[in-house]
């Protein structure tokens, strides 16, 4: 998870906003 965190902070926008939207699906599963 950190990987991907750090990947996604050094990324645009929308890798960032792809990151956070299989977060919540992972939290809301």
């Known amino acids: 998870m950190s990987a ?7 990324g645009t926008s929308g ?6 939207k299989v977060y919540v699906l992972q939290i809301s599963s």
């Open 4 to 10: 991907n965190i750090s990947n996604s902070a050094h």
């Open 15 to 20: 890798e960032y906003l792809q990151f956070v």
